[in-house]
């Protein structure tokens, strides 16, 4: 998608500039009261990626059955992501190329980098796209006004992990 991504609708709400010409109400296709089981047909680590992901994505409403074709190809990225940087920890990030004259004999070898890395380096950039379209990066929740999913903004969860601020208590009392 190129240029700026637009707002939601409920942020056009609280800043005044909702205009029912311009900012319709979404469509939804498809339902949201599907089970969404993970597909039969990924690999077990990949259903454990889609487990792990499509309860929260359901629960905060942006996933439906419309989207599973997407949030597949989600799933499938993250796996091949992992896949890639487990075989750079295993082998490094340089691979040892073996060279081979025209007898077919193996004459030495040749440093160069891992496959695995330009693997990974893609998929890490379509995970950004994915993960920007389901909201799953902090400026995307905020951009689908998702910033209080859990019930507390950022800054009070943050706050209930850290404990109260103390300037916000009162000062004590003196006798």
Same mark, same amino acid.
């Given at each position: 998608m190129r240029g700026r991504p637009p707002k939601p609708m409920e942020q056009h709400q609280i800043e005044g500039t909702f205009?029912? @010409?311009r900012h319709t109400l979404p469509v939804v296709l498809g339902s949201r009261d599907v089970a969404l089981a993970a597909p039969d047909h990924l690999e077990p680590r990949q259903q454990e990626i889609w487990e792990s992901l499509v309860a929260e994505l359901t @629960?905060?409403?942006i996933l439906n059955?419309? @989207?599973l074709v997407a949030f597949e190809g989600l799933v499938i990225i993250i796996d091949h992501l992992r896949e890639a940087q487990l075989d750079i920890r295993e082998n490094g990030l340089l691979i040892d190329e073996p060279k081979f004259n025209k007898d077919g004999e193996e004459i030495g070898s040749v440093r160069k980098r891992n496959p695995a890395h330009a693997v990974a380096k @893609?998929?890490?950039s379509l995970l950004?796209?994915?993960a920007e379209q389901f909201g799953l990066s902090p400026s995307a929740r905020a951009r689908l006004g998702l910033t209080r999913i859990t019930g507390m903004t950022a800054v009070e969860q943050l706050q209930g992990k850290l404990g109260a601020n103390p300037m916000d208590e009162p000062p004590e009392e003196e006798q």
């Open positions: 205009r029912p @010409d @629960d905060a409403n059955t419309t @989207d @893609d998929s890490l950004r796209q994915y």
